[in-house]
């Protein structure tokens, strides 16, 4: 029974295919395909980059509006933090080369990692 109905559609689109009138292709098909194909690659990266943002910045507002919430309404006390001693220009290359080091782990960590994980098998 459910042979008899696809033969059926099958006949009725070997009917439509006949009717068609026999046309070439243009010379430039397959370019004009690939930059479609790569123009709508970009497109959807785009599209994905843009959701990334949303959900980046819409957390970090929930978190910084969830933070004023809390010391507003919580009564979280206030951190007293000690009186730093030293010159402010000591103290601000600290925080720089602690920030470079940083860095600069994380750009080793990163080579390692790729190294490792991007290898081709043999």
Same mark, same amino acid.
């Given at each position: 029974?459910?042979?008899?109905?696809?033969?059926?559609?099958?006949?009725?689109?070997?009917?439509?295919?006949?009717?068609?009138?026999?046309?070439?292709? #243009?010379?430039?098909?397959?370019?004009?395909?690939?930059?479609?194909?790569?123009?709508?690659?970009?497109?959807?990266?785009?599209?994905?980059? /843009?959701?990334?943002?949303?959900?980046?910045?819409?957390?970090?507002?929930?978190?910084?509006?969830?933070?004023?919430?809390? /010391?507003?309404?919580?009564?979280?006390?206030?951190?007293?933090?000690?009186?730093?001693?030293?010159?402010?220009?000591?103290?601000? #290359?600290?925080?720089?080369?602690?920030?470079?080091?940083?860095?600069?782990?994380?750009?080793?960590?990163?080579?390692?990692?790729?190294?490792?994980?991007? #290898?081709?098998?043999?």
């Amino acid at each position: 029974m459910k042979e008899q109905g696809f033969d059926k559609a099958k006949d009725r689109l070997g009917q439509l295919f006949e009717q068609l009138p026999d046309r070439s292709l #243009s010379t430039d098909i397959r370019s004009r395909l690939m930059q479609r194909v790569v123009q709508e690659s970009e497109r959807k990266m785009r599209r994905q980059t /843009w959701k990334e943002w949303l959900w980046i910045v819409s957390a970090s507002l929930l978190m910084v509006a969830l933070a004023a919430f809390g /010391w507003r309404f919580w009564e979280i006390p206030k951190l007293d933090l000690p009186q730093i001693e030293m010159p402010f220009f000591v103290f601000y #290359s600290f925080i720089g080369a602690m920030a470079l080091l940083l860095l600069l782990f994380d750009y080793c960590f990163r080579r390692w990692y790729y190294k490792k994980h991007s #290898s081709k098998p043999n």
